[in-house]
């Protein structure tokens, strides 16, 4: 995951809303996802952007691209401790089918 | 559709020993990947297939490691001999054409 990268840690409180950052540097990267990773358990797919776009909103989630910065972020609204897990930005490059993801964020919702 | 399944969910063996995991890709998948998840490296792809060819393995760590997909409903991961190193998470995930990929729970490996 070394081209993508995060911040390994952010703590909120219930209620408030978090953003996750993520930077990538292949900028032929065609889809950009976010996916969620509870304890013991799989990576589950929370959304997911085309390149060609800036923002995508899925109820409580906002993702906003900035694709001059090769910047990603992931909003989530109205933040519960059900939200408490690692959350993973990965970019799929053009012409690959495989995804690279990055470092993932332990995000930790106090009540 | 019961997701990707996986098997075993965990796995603890001695070091020299054959390791052999397992995966079930969804139904009309025509992609599989295995990645491996470890504290230092994160999640790395080790090898992916296409309509059960193998395309990309340059992830696959050295000679040990080998993965065969015989068929469009089964994969297999072969580590032999396995050394402490190789403990980790190995996860597999299956995609459709252009679609996202889903992962299955993952089998936790211990090599002692």
């Known amino acids: 995951g070394e081209d993508v990268e995060q911040s390994l840690f952010l703590s909120v409180r219930e209620g408030d809303s978090s953003v996750i950052n993520c930077t990538y540097t292949?900028?032929?990267?065609?889809?950009l996802y976010w996916y969620k990773q509870e304890p013991g358990a799989g990576l589950q797919l929370l959304t997911y952007?085309?390149?060609?776009?800036d923002m995508k909103q899925d109820q409580r989630l906002t993702v906003l691209l900035n694709k001059k910065d090769k910047h990603l972020s992931l909003r989530i609204a109205d933040t519960q401790t059900g939200d408490s897990a690692i959350y993973f930005c990965?970019?799929?490059?053009?012409?690959?089918?495989?995804?690279?993801f990055g470092s993932g964020t332990r995000l930790q919702v106090q009540p | 559709d019961a997701g990707v399944i996986q098997s075993p969910r965990h796995e603890v063996t001695e070091m020299g020993q054959e390791v052999t995991l397992r995966c079930k890709p969804i139904?009309?998948?025509?992609?599989l990947f295995w990645y491996r998840q470890t504290m230092m490296r994160g999640l790395e792809l080790l090898i992916y297939f296409n309509n059960n060819v193998p395309i990309d393995d340059s992830g696959m760590p050295e000679d040990r490691f080998s993965a065969k997909m015989p068929n469009a409903s089964f994969s297999t991961l072969k580590i032999q001999p396995s050394e402490p190193r190789d403990s980790a998470v190995y996860f597999c995930?299956?995609?459709?054409?252009?679609?996202?990929?889903?992962f299955g729970q993952g089998t936790r490996l211990t090599v002692v």
């Open positions: 139904s009309g998948h025509d992609y």
């Open positions: 990965a970019e799929r490059r053009k012409g690959r089918r495989a995804l690279t």
């Open positions: 952007i085309f390149s060609n776009m």
């Open positions: 292949d900028s032929s990267s065609t889809y």
């Open positions: 995930a299956s995609s459709h054409r252009d679609t996202e990929a889903f």
